[in-house]
């Protein structure tokens, strides 16, 4: 995991590993990042932006965003 903050502004990620013991499921890496503001001592908005290789064979890569706040 890494972090930086600048002024009002905040990025941080993560990569990671998982390994699958189960049959027809595969070994796949995962990496996500979030980048924050905040608008008052209150107020934070961020995005963030994740996703995997895929989690089967033949199967397909995964990405997804979330966007979200805290008050």
Same mark, same amino acid.
């Given at each position: 995991? $890494?972090?930086? +903050?600048?002024?009002?502004?905040?990025?941080?990620?993560? @990569?990671?590993?998982?390994?699958?013991? $189960? #049959?027809?499921?595969?070994?796949? @890496?995962? $990496?996500g #990042?979030?980048? /924050?503001?905040?608008? +008052? /001592?209150?107020?934070?908005?961020? @995005? /963030?932006?994740?996703?995997? +290789?895929?989690? /089967?064979?033949?199967?397909? +890569?995964? @990405? $997804?965003?979330?966007?979200?706040? #805290?008050?």
């Open positions: 995991m $890494a972090q930086k +903050s600048w002024g009002q502004w905040t990025l941080y990620g993560n @990569v990671g590993f998982w390994w699958q013991h $189960a #049959a027809e499921t595969r070994n796949y @890496v995962y $990496a #990042a979030v980048l /924050e503001r905040d608008f +008052s /001592e209150r107020l934070t908005l961020g @995005v /963030e932006l994740f996703g995997n +290789s895929p989690k /089967e064979r033949g199967g397909g +890569s995964d @990405v $997804a965003f979330n966007i979200g706040g #805290a008050w």
